[in-house]
């Protein structure tokens, strides 16, 4: 299982306590999704950031649903890879 998140990148020079929202799920729980392909639109920061699968796989569990926030780490929701 890969857990989802904003990079580390992402968060360089924001201030402690400032968490992202979730703008927009392109996928829902149970899609297919292929490896490079945009799955959600989060801000940070006025900043717009795209969250990207890093494998071919299934959309297992959305932790995170549009319009709402999460903290610098948290995983925004579960990837099963393919096999």
């Known amino acids: 299982m890969i857990e989802l998140t904003l990079g580390v990148d992402a968060w360089k ?5 400032v968490e992202a929202l979730v703008d927009k799920w ?3 729980e ?3 999704v ?5 799955l959600a639109h989060v801000v940070l920061v006025k900043s717009n950031q795209e969250i ?3 494998a071919d796989g299934k959309i297992e569990q959305i932790l ?5 926030t999460f903290a610098q780490g948290r995983p925004i ?3 099963k890879e393919a096999t």
């Open 64 to 68: 995170v649903p549009a319009n709402e």
């Open 34 to 38: 292929r490896a490079g392909q945009v």
């Open 52 to 54: 990207v699968a890093p």
């Open 26 to 28: 392109w996928v829902a």
């Open 30 to 32: 149970g899609d297919a």
């Open 13 to 17: 020079d924001v201030e402690p306590g």
């Open 77 to 79: 929701a579960l990837l």
